[in-house]
Structures are given as C-alpha cells and as structure tokens.
C-alpha cells in the first residue's frame, strides 16, 4: 500500500511541475473614448410690460452645436391689433451693440398650421445657424406696417438668464 500512495504522489508531483502550454495573448483594441454631447445653452425671460401695463410674455433660447439657435417668445394676453399694425421680435446684444429681428409675432390664425396657440395669444418663433445666446434682452415691439426696419414702440422686455 505504501507502494501505490507513494507512485500516487510521485504522479501528482510531477503533474503539477509541468509546464502550462503557451498561449498566445491577443491584445485588445483600446475602448474609444466616449463621444461628448455637445452642450446645449438654454436661457429663460420674463418679459414684462415697458408703460406698466398687464400684458406678460415668456421666452426660451437655445443653442446647440451642430443645430443652432432657436428661440420661442409666448404672449398670451396682448391687445388686439389695429389695422395695418403688427408686434415683433428683437434679440438684442448690448456690447457690441447687435440688434436683430426675429421677425414677426404671428396671432392664433396665423400660428395653427405650425404651433397651436390661444386664440387671443400671439408666438414669436426664430432659428438662426449663429449662436445668438449672447444677446441677452428680449424686446417685442408694436410696428407700423410702413416698411420701416427699425424698432418702433416697445411693448414688452425681459433679460435672459
């Protein structure tokens, strides 16, 4: 008996001394970074009434790389228009001074096909390729339809934040 546990341990020795077979080791890719999203700017305004009046308004901004700049301004309780009048958009930058229209604030009728509002309401929508977050004033104006660009009468204000 001895004689078995000793050839037994003889074999288990010489099993464990030898070598493992060579395995070739295969070099994985390195893991890519992960894509950064790009950063969006978001800016909110209270836009409040320039002679004291009740009417308020709302606007939203945005800019994303690769995307642009857009922009919503929400009125819901201007007064009504008289004949050959219309309200409009400014986004304003005071240094350097850059002023630009973001056109035409359109009424419920106007608006359904494209952005449902409340009858009553207007929305003033604008997309530009230029990042315009850095003009920071809203400004909604009453125009004359007298094909004058200039600002005329301020109604509402406000400062994105």
Not at 38 to 46: F, G, H, I, N, V
Not at 110 to 119: G, R
Request: hydrophobic share 35%; aromatic share 8%.
């Amino acid at each position: 008996m001895k004689k078995i546990f000793l050839t037994l341990g003889l074999t288990l020795l010489l099993a464990s001394c030898q070598t493992a077979p060579e395995v070739d080791l295969i070099e994985a890719d390195p893991v890519p970074e992960a894509e950064t999203e790009p950063e969006t700017m978001l800016q909110k305004a209270s836009l409040a009434s320039v002679a004291g009046g009740d009417e308020t308004g709302s606007a939203n901004s945005s800019y994303l790389e690769g995307y642009g700049y857009t922009l919503e301004a929400n009125f819901p309780n201007l007064p009504a228009l008289e004949e050959g009048f219309f309200y409009e958009g400014w986004v304003v930058r005071s240094e350097p001074l850059s002023v630009i229209s973001t056109g035409k604030a359109l009424d419920h009728e106007e608006a359904a096909d494209i952005y449902p509002i409340n009858e009553g309401a207007f929305v003033n929508t604008y997309e530009s390729e230029q990042d315009l977050t850095d003009h920071i004033k809203y400004i909604l104006t009453l125009e004359p339809d007298d094909g004058d660009p200039a600002p005329a009468a301020h109604v509402l204000e406000g400062t994105f934040k």
